[in-house]
């Protein structure tokens, strides 16, 4: 099976009430230790790439790890881009073999962001490939841009639906009190996201698939784990399963994990090189932290996401 887009994983998500895991990767390890877990549980995935992942691991390596991943699992996975800023990155991914890519135009007023994303999503629909939009302003740190809690604002119910039918998009992204990064939340607070926004917008767009992006639940005992090996992560905190449980259920088709696979993965080789200061063969700890990812994420795909057995 070739890689697939995510109309097909997103009608039937919406449907049965679970979401699709969408998994930043930037590395070999990275990639297998998503897929053997999707694979283990027979999940519809999707990979994504951001502009730094791109820039880090170079488009070509990273499309054929993928591509990779398809041949060995035979599962429907769809290659994404995470947050593209500009027609360029995207169109560069949609001719390079992409079948989904995000225009984040949400920092651009409402006419502007409407304009970028009609321009990507005109060449990427006469290429087959579907695009992601997103309305609203998460806090928080992707590539270069820094948003702080109180810049972010939720997304307006009462304009998803002009938004959507102008630009045309396949899916929209809003931001409902996730954030990106390890540190979503003071601590001793107790996280809540506005599930009713979520509901209001599910209300003025019946059937349309929604995306919850900063929804890693930073899991304490990762946290616990960097801090025990020499590392100083206090007041990490993420989104409760729970809420994006709920999420899922709902209108919510996709949910971005990123940082939760950095936190399995620095845990592992934190904890590695503790226990094992005079090893130096990278396979000796990249095999242990790519199984850390694969566990995570098949615990994230059984009991958050529920898209376990939907390939
Ligand atoms: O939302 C951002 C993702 O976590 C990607 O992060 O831009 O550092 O690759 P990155
Ligand atoms: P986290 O930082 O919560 O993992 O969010 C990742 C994300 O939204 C990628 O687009
Ligand atoms: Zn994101």
Do not use: W
Not at 268 to 294: C, M, N, T, V, W
Request: include cysteine.
């Amino acid at each position: 099976m070739p890689l697939v887009t995510t109309t097909e994983m997103f009608e039937k998500a919406y449907k049965g009430g679970y979401a699709i895991g969408a998994f930043n990767v930037n590395n070999m390890e990275i990639v297998q230790g998503i897929t053997e877990a999707a694979q283990e549980l027979n999940a519809p995935l999707i990979l994504q790439v951001s502009k730094g992942a791109r820039q880090y691991a170079n488009h070509t390596y990273l499309m054929k790890l993928v591509e990779a991943a398809v041949i060995e699992t035979g599962l429907p996975i769809a290659l994404h881009l995470d947050h593209g800023n500009s027609f360029e990155l995207c169109k560069s991914c949609i001719d390079g073999g992409f079948t989904s890519v995000m225009i984040d135009a949400s920092s651009k007023p409402f006419e502007e962001n409407i304009a970028l994303t009609r321009q990507v999503v005109d060449y990427a629909h006469d290429h087959g490939v579907v695009v992601e939009a997103e309305l609203g302003t998460l806090a928080g740190i992707e590539d270069e841009v820094n948003v702080s809690a109180e810049d972010s604002s939720y997304t307006r119910p009462e304009d998803v639906q002009e938004f959507v039918q102008r630009t045309g998009c396949d899916s929209l992204a809003i931001a409902i009190g996730t954030s990106h990064g390890a540190y979503k939340f003071k601590p001793g607070t107790d996280p809540k996201l506005r599930l009713d926004i979520l509901e209001e917008v599910e209300k003025r767009l019946p059937g349309f698939p929604i995306v919850l992006h900063g929804s890693s639940s930073v899991p304490q005992e990762f946290v616990k784990m960097i801090n025990e090996y020499g590392g100083n992560m206090p007041g990490a905190i993420g989104i409760p399963e729970e809420q994006l449980r709920m999420a899922a259920r709902m209108a919510v088709c996709k949910i971005n994990i990123d940082s939760d696979l950095r936190l399995a993965m620095t845990a592992s080789i934190r904890k590695y090189f503790a226990e094992h200061p005079d090893h130096f063969d990278p396979r000796q700890y990249l095999g242990p932290a790519r199984d850390a990812i694969r566990e995570m994420v098949k615990h994230k795909i059984k009991d958050v996401l529920g898209c376990d057995g939907k390939a």
